[in-house]
């Protein structure tokens, strides 16, 4: 059974069609990436399989069962999680409360208005071997907004792993890092997605090589190849579609 | 701050908290009102803080309580034994419940959407409310009359005052606990980005609902209060001026801090007490106040207290004189056109045959045909508007 | 002087010094009359009325050397035009040691002062106040909630309606069909359910009845229509300020041919905004300056003279009340404390001369009966109103016996023994 | 049938008020995300402008004098005051204009006192255009509705046929877009603002003179206003039309009806039990006219939350 599975997944907006007729199989455990040019409807297929959007038509399953008619928080809680290209995390709070959101949630303390949230040991230590994680224990009680940007990106690859998800979607998680931190973020997600389905969405080619099992290509809102990294490169009509050159 | 100071304030506090108790039933009447617009305005302002919701119609849940709580009494009347203490509890549950159902509908949107759908609530509601007679007892509204209880006869008002205190610190004291919660930590990351918050997995309109609900329950227990100390209620506290109260109240102590709107709701509550047997005027001065706030000092009062500690004193004298300044100006003028706009004044000069009549204003009779009577509040604001500018270029050039 | 800072220094200091100050070297307390009324906010302007007519009618009789040897003491209470202001002010001014607390603006407000001197007085049998509702008509406030302390000198709804039904019917301007539109809220209900009971006394059909909106409606073309296919002689209404002037407007422009029965036409503003849209309406009060003959007269010009303005109606009614109230103060020895109780019974068994008949105050319910003054606005009356040069010329007085209603079941009041 | 035919003609003349009100609102809302709440007073400003204006130089010139003058101080607004607290997001700005709308309605009752003024309708309108059965309608009455279906064409071609009301379009249909407009987009909200004014100071300058010109009209029709563009959805010129004109045909067409819940049970043989129980039950619905359009407007929010025409939610 796949993690996530689209059959013939529409999305129109007013007179544009955006998505037009993607199927794709994501395999349970494995890491999986989208590639394509700007424009191809990434995002957009990223906010319909997590729920921001409904699809106009087709259908969507998560590990098998239909996900395209519920709302994100019905989708998060069935174990997807997702992480945004722009860093959107909670202004006001710091980097000990975020992640502490993700926990709470994981853990299901939620409509709870009797303890304080500090008086929940277990929350407290979940959060805190996060932080150790990511690299950003030291920085606990910091603002999240107030973080250098690669450290944002690590709290929010943090906050997403707080879900314990099955599957987790990355929305470009090197983008605007140097080669080097973006070096030290894959080896990040790969050490802490180990065992986890995960699609990304990633522009640098050297980073979804090194990261991913499987690629798949969106051009104009269809995906043209799927298959191993070799095979995608060798594929005559991705590189042709792909700004007409090589790929390498 | 040390312990000693610590204490201090506490005692302060404290000093100023129970003295009510001996006041006479005029004062201790104006300490309760000035309690409850201070527990009404932070209830408000639980949906602000946290949720970035801004409501407009919190009167609706200010009112029930009110209601509730005085038709309470008038069942005590009737022979149900409930003391007095406990009637502000049917505001809170009054509040909870109303809030509950409003709250799920308006929160279905936010921003300007919820405004307007809180807004849109509160006129049905005052709409409704002479209507209908059995509940909110026509527009002469509802009576009830204390029955002593636990050995007091709370015939006076300080004797309710202790009850008022005694609930509106509990009801501090929730709202303070609740930012600590669970609940509370989720509500205000809901008003940072409500949209990540549900990748999170967490329903958030039934968190925006909750939130309502406990907001509402806290304004109903601020309604509730004012309904045992007043005895009689009626459809009028539907209306959009207790709606816009707190709103005014909060944003002008500044909506960022915990006793931000109990500040500004304390000052507004007095000064209006005491300024409304003064002018006519107040309600003026209360927007302009309010718009000069908004538009120069958005933290609110107390937010840029707090925040502009680290300013010269100088920097903050000579802030406060501008202000000062520019506003007796403002408060000459506009007290001179309101005698002078009056209809009293066109008769007495109707019976001058059309000419200038004197004017009689802080005691200082005026003539409005001399030009000095205008130039020197146009001195006085200019003298104003030069320190401000000269501050600013002197912050420029450091 | 009319001058509004004035007043309120005046009242400021008055509180400060002289009201508040124990009488220590006086050897007999002075009568203190507060006036509670919304003085600030919307409503100020008619509402500050009856403060004006007390503080005249107040000096007047202190001209004449007051009572138990001091002058009448008054001072100004804005309730904010909110019942709660209102009930802090008269606990304020219960505290300065008002001895009469006095309400004409509003029924609502005046329900909340007559609730909170009930339950002072309850509470504090050595220091009671009395209040006098000097305009405010809810039928209620002499039924439900009537008390010993509360006396009303003014009319109700019952009241008006019989006068102007049995005015109208000596006029020969009543008609068959009767078309009865009021506000909906307690004056237009009591208005509206006098007018069903008169129907059943008299000669003549209500045809339909219309409760709308108090000062929402901006547009009443819609009830102009309804009275038209009504078919009405004549419209009965109680309405007042826009709402009134705004009805008599839209029925002039629909071009309709109905006459209108009124009770608040003679509040400031009405006649001028309505314009010629009045002339030929009926009204009923107990105070017409032209059927009050040279008493009228003195009063117009002298109120005038001191004042700056002709007296309005409501400034006449606090007036006439105060003169009621010396009438009664008169039969009371002069003492060295002032006890409200003697002063309330000393009101019920008072008969005051008016220039249009015999007043006295019912002891049943404390409602006073004055001959009603049935009039007709018409141009070039004798004393043009409103700035207009029309006015009320009087048609008809009815003696106030004939008239009263009976006392209300509701009202169950409970006398000091 | 009488009743029926003024009433619609009523209605129609109401809901096209209501439209010339509540068009310059969703546009400001649509373009600049601001919910004005001054925007009742600006109409009420714009009615005593009219009247003040009018005593000098005759009703029509005042016509043209007074929403020129509401939209230079709506254009004030925007630049020196809106544009202050535009970084404190719309919440500040909203608060402002709520401010506002306080401090013009204290200002008003300070300059001409808490009771209506007589602005008159110039004698050349007041006059009856035509008689149903005996019942007049005054000329003024259509005058009022060719002023706002005038205005509503002027805007249409406005937006057509303008570089103006290309960038309007543009923005309304894809708000992200301004902000990638460059740096004449603070002329384009001042220009939208100023219009939006001057609508609203157009209506009040018309109106003012048929209905009453007092303190407490900004807050009469404020709040339907927000109710029509709510239940037309924000930011939709067709919706706001669409909802002013059902809104302004329901409440003069329900003034007639008295209808109450109970009576409505009849069928079922439950009216007796219901009058007899009173309170909501037998409220009439004429006398809920004035509740009524919240009513439709909570209902509108439950099914449709975006509004009639509105697309985005």
């Known amino acids: 059974m796949s993690a996530i599975s689209l059959s013939a997944v529409r999305k129109r907006f007013g007179s544009s069609e955006i998505i037009r007729g993607v199927d794709l199989e994501v395999n349970t455990g494995e890491r999986h990436a989208l590639i394509g040019p700007n424009g191809a409807g990434k995002s957009t297929l990223f906010n319909l399989i997590s729920g921001q959007f409904r699809p106009t038509s087709g259908q969507i399953l998560l590990n098998g069962q239909r996900s395209d008619r519920d709302p994100p928080e019905t989708i998060a809680r069935r174990g997807l999680a997702r992480s945004f290209q722009i860093t959107s995390l909670f202004a006001r709070l710091t980097v000990f409360e975020t992640v502490r959101l993700g926990v709470m949630a994981n853990q299901g303390v939620r409509f709870c208005f009797w303890r304080t949230a500090a008086s929940q040991r277990e929350v407290t230590n979940d959060v805190l071997a996060l932080l150790d994680d990511v690299n950003l224990s030291h920085r606990a009680s910091v603002l999240a907004a107030e973080l250098p940007y690669s450290e944002q990106r690590a709290l929010e690859l943090a906050v997403t792993l707080a879900l314990r998800p099955e599957i987790i979607l990355l929305d470009e998680p090197t983008a605007g890092m140097s080669v080097e931190e973006a070096a030290q973020t894959v080896a990040l997600v790969r050490r802490l997605t180990a065992g986890r389905t995960l699609l990304v969405v990633e522009h640098d080619m050297d980073v979804v090589f090194s990261l991913c099992d499987r690629i798949s290509v969106l051009v104009h809102g269809q995906i043209i190849a799927t298959g191993a990294p070799d095979e995608i490169t060798r594929d005559e009509r991705v590189n042709e579609a792909y700004l007409g050159k090589g790929l390498h | 701050m040390n312990r000693y100071h610590r204490i201090a304030v506490c005692l302060a506090a404290a000093i100023v908290l129970l003295a009510p108790l001996t006041f006479s039933d005029r004062y201790a009447n104006l300490a309760i009102r000035i309690l409850v617009a201070a527990l009404f305005a932070t209830a408000f302002n639980l949906l602000w803080r946290q949720a970035r919701l801004l409501s407009f119609g919190h009167g609706v849940y200010f009112g029930a309580g009110m209601f509730a709580a005085v038709h309470l009494m008038r069942a005590n009347e009737a022979g149900l034994n409930v003391p007095l203490i406990l009637v502000p509890l049917a505001g809170v549950l009054s509040g909870l419940i109303i809030g509950l159902l409003c709250g799920f509908i308006a929160t279905l949107r936010s921003g300007a959407y919820f405004s307007m759908i809180t807004l849109a609530i509160a006129e049905l509601i005052y709409s409704l409310g002479p209507r209908w007679q059995a509940l909110f007892g026509g527009e002469a509204g509802i009576s009830s009359m204390r029955i002593p209880s636990m050995g007091l006869s709370f015939a006076a008002l300080n004797e309710v005052y202790l009850i008022v205190l005694g609930w509106s610190a509990l009801g501090f004291v929730a709202i303070r606990f609740f930012a600590k919660t669970p609940l509370g930590q989720i509500a205000y990351a809901l008003g940072d980005n409500e949209r990540r918050l549900q990748f999170l997995g967490y329903r958030t309109h039934a968190v925006k609902v909750c939130l309502f609900a406990l907001s509402a329950a806290i304004s109903g227990l601020a309604g509730g209060l004012l309904g045992i100390a007043a005895e009689n209620v009626d459809y009028t506290v539907f209306g959009p001026a207790s709606s816009a109260a707190p709103v005014i109240q909060t944003f002008i102590g500044g909506a960022d801090v915990l006793f931000g709107p109990a500040f500004g709701a304390a000052i507004l509550t007095g000064f209006g007490n005491v300024f409304s047997d003064v002018t006519r005027l107040w309600l003026l001065y209360q927007g302009l106040a309010f718009v000069v706030v908004v538009m120069f000092l958005p933290a609110g009062i107390v937010g840029s207290l707090l925040s502009s500690k680290k300013r010269p004193l100088r920097e903050a004298i000579a802030n406060t004189l501008a202000v000062l300044l520019c506003s007796a100006s403002l408060i000459f003028l506009c007290e001179s056109a309101s005698i002078l706009l009056s209809d009293s004044y066109a008769s007495l000069r109707a019976n001058q045959g059309g000419s200038w009549v004197s004017y009689r204003l802080f005691n200082i009779e005026l003539l409005p045909s001399s030009p000095i009577v205008w130039a020197l509040p146009l001195i006085v604001a200019l003298a104003g508007v030069l320190v401000s500018c000269k501050l600013k270029r002197q912050e420029e050039a450091a | 002087m009319p001058l509004d800072r004035r007043d309120v220094l005046k009242l400021a200091g008055a509180a400060a010094a002289g009201f508040a100050a124990p009488a220590i070297a006086q050897a007999r307390p002075a009568l203190k009359i507060a006036s509670v009324e919304t003085l600030s906010g919307p409503g100020s302007t008619v509402n500050r009325l009856w403060s004006l007519g007390l503080k005249y009618g107040i000096e007047k009789i202190n001209a004449e050397g007051g009572w138990n040897g001091q002058k009448i003491v008054y001072a100004e209470y804005d309730t904010e035009g909110t019942t709660g202001g209102a009930s802090q002010k008269t606990q304020a001014a219960i505290a300065d040691g008002a001895h009469i607390i006095a309400h004409g603006g509003s029924s609502n407000i005046g329900g909340q002062i007559t609730e909170d001197v009930r339950k002072w007085n309850l509470r504090n049998p050595a220091a009671k106040v009395l209040f006098f509702g000097l305009g405010i008509e809810a039928l209620e406030l002499t039924g439900a909630k009537c008390h010993y302390h509360f006396f009303r000198f003014a009319t109700n709804a019952d009241i008006r309606i019989r006068a102007l039904v049995a005015g109208l019917k000596a006029e020969n301007a009543l008609g068959k069909k009767v078309f009865s539109i009021n506000q909906n809220y307690s004056w237009g209900h009591d208005i509206q359910a006098a007018l069903e009971q008169s129907a059943g006394e008299n000669d003549f059909t209500l045809v339909d009845k219309v409760l709308h909106d108090v000062n929402k409606i901006q547009d009443f073309s819609p009830y102009a229509a309804r009275i038209a296919a009504s078919g009405a002689d004549t419209v009965f209404t109680g309405n007042w300020g826009n709402d009134l002037s705004l009805l008599l407007k839209a029925v002039q422009a629909a071009g309709l041919k109905v006459r209108f029965a009124t009770t608040f036409l003679d509040l400031p503003g009405a006649l001028s905004s309505a314009g010629s849209a009045a002339l030929g309406y009926f009204h009923a009060e107990l105070w017409n300056p032209q059927a009050f003959g040279a008493f009228g007269q003195e009063l117009w010009t002298d109120y005038k003279a001191k004042m700056g303005t002709f007296p309005s109606t409501s400034e006449a009614k606090s007036i006439l009340a105060l003169l009621f109230l010396q009438q009664a103060l008169k039969t009371i020895p002069e003492a060295s404390k002032i006890d409200v109780d003697q002063i309330a019974q000393a009101l019920e068994r008072t008969s005051y001369k008016a220039p249009t008949g015999d007043v006295t105050m019912r002891a049943g319910d404390h409602q006073i009966a004055w001959p009603i003054v049935v009039s007709k606005v018409e141009q070039g009356a004798k004393f043009a109103t409103d700035g207009t040069d029309m006015g009320f010329v009087p048609v008809k007085v009815i003696p106030g016996g004939e008239v009263l209603n009976t006392v209300q079941a509701s009202c169950k009041m409970q006398r000091p023994s | ?313």
């Open chain 4, 1 to 313: 049938m009488t009743y029926l035919l003024t009433s619609l003609v009523n209605g129609l003349v109401f809901g096209l008020l209501l439209f010339m009100v509540s068009a310059g609102l969703t546009l400001i809302f649509g373009m600049m995300g601001v919910l004005n709440f001054a925007h009742s007073s600006l109409y009420m400003l714009g009615a005593y402008l009219g009247y003040s204006i009018g005593r000098w130089t005759g009703f029509w010139p005042a016509l043209l004098l007074a929403p020129l003058a509401v939209a230079l101080l709506g254009a004030f607004i925007e630049r020196y005051m809106l544009r202050r607290v535009h970084r404190h997001g719309h919440a500040q700005e909203l608060l402002l204009t709520f401010g506002l709308a306080l401090i013009i309605h204290e200002a008003i009752k300070l300059m001409y006192g808490p009771y209506p003024v007589e602005y008159a309708i110039p004698a050349e309108l007041a006059r009856t255009a035509f008689s149903v059965n005996g019942f007049n309608v005054p000329l003024y009455r259509l005058f009022i509705g060719a002023v706002a279906i005038s205005m509503f064409v002027s805007l249409f071609l406005l937006m057509r046929y303008t570089r103006l009301g290309l960038i309007v379009r543009a923005a309304l249909s894809q708000p992200l877009m301004v902000e990638s407009l460059g740096h004449n987009v603070g002329f384009v909200f001042l220009l939208v603002f100023a219009i939006g004014a001057a609508l609203a100071g157009l209506a009040g300058a018309v109106a003012g003179a048929f209905y009453p010109t007092g303190p407490n009209m900004a807050e009469d029709l404020g709040s339907i206003v927000f109710v029509v563009v709510v239940v037309g959805g924000l930011g939709s010129l067709e919706g706001a039309l669409v909802a002013s004109l059902a809104i302004g045909l329901l409440t003069t067409l329900t003034v007639g009806l008295d209808w109450t819940l109970a009576g409505a049970l009849a069928p079922f043989g439950l009216s007796g039990w219901a009058a007899s129980i009173g309170g909501l039950f037998s409220i009439t619905l004429s006398s809920l006219t004035g509740s009524l359009p919240f009513i439709i407007m909570l209902f509108v929010l439950l099914f449709r939350p975006a509004g009639l025409m509105g697309e985005r939610s």
